[in-house]
């Protein structure tokens, strides 16, 4: 599976969301004003939460309650299991869009804790590739922004393979979302195995196969 490597260094960029390198107070103010946020986003979320089981109570809906408290155990355990993947940049964008991204709906599950910078893998490439994979269906999303479109984003390790499956929902035709993943397919140096399904225009899926050198 993965080694006891210690964190890999080179995984974390210090490049601004439109690419440009960052120097010292430059840098540390723009990650600053991201934290903060983020970290409003997600108080305002929880809060949402906190008032709904409230709500619940206070109307003796009791019925209602258990299937809320389920639904908020499974988004604590997503968020988690991202929080863990121990690649700040990968880790920081995902909850960004997240947050901030109102026209795509991200989700990222995983069956159990994936650690990538422990895997004997390139996880500086495996960062780009994922980041770039989600940006061709967040620029979709926001082109045609009438409708929220939903990403699920399914990461699964195995003994010598990690597997990035995804599947993206929308009301408006994927027929250009094919040559733009393709794109992001031939700028990779990743050695992987990678296939893409469209289903009636509006589902588009990818499955994404890297060897781990165990």
Known sequence: MGSNR???EE????????GAFLMGDERESDQDLRLIRLFNHYR????NEIQLIFGYVKLRKYDKLESLIQNIKVKVQRESNVSKLGVPELIMYVFSVQAEVKELKLEVEMEHEIHLNELLIDCKELTRLLIAVIEVFKEHAVVHHEHE??????LTQTVGKLTIDGHYQCDKTGNQLLPALERVRLQSDMNMTWKTNQWDGHSIGVSIELPLNI
């Open 11 to 18: 995984c974390f960029s210090n490049q601004s969301e439109n």
């Open 44 to 47: 305002h979320d929880w809060m």
């Open 6 to 8: 210690p964190f890999n």
């Open 149 to 154: 479109y939903g990403l699920q984003l399914k």
